[in-house]
């Protein structure tokens, strides 16, 4: 396994995989149970699972933080979805309903909704309040990944980002 990884829990059997974003075309598996884990689309967050998926990822992570019943959360989907499709293999596109994770929620001081965090190798880099369109998020995760890129040289694999910048 020599290029990024991303770690998620399949849907179907709570199984956890390490997936090779490289991949994301091909449809990767659940290793447990065989269902597919699709990359390009978001993929559905909980307490539960939020930190190790988020941690896990060798790739930028890219969160929205919505409610079923909250109108713009709903009017913002699609672009969310698209972003997920657009950068499959690149980034990791998660959805997380705030009022079925309030921990998670709690913890990252979310008061609003939608409120998208972009996250890189588990700190937080990037955070939008309220509703933004599809060119937004795209730019929150193009210069999460222009940092990664930027950071990726000087550092060991598995050693904490350098704080120079």
Known sequence: MDGPRVTLACSACGHWNRVDPARAA???KCGHCGTPLPLDHPIA???????RTVDGSDLPVLVDFYADWCGPCTQMAPAVAAVAHAYAGRALVAKLDTDRAPETSARFGIRAIPTVIVFAHGREVARQTGAAPRVVLERLLADALT?????????APGAAPSSAG
């Open 147 to 155: 940092r990664a890129a930027a950071d990726a040289p000087t550092r």
């Open 26 to 28: 091909a449809g990767p």
């Open 45 to 51: 967050l909980g307490d539960a699972t939020f930190a």
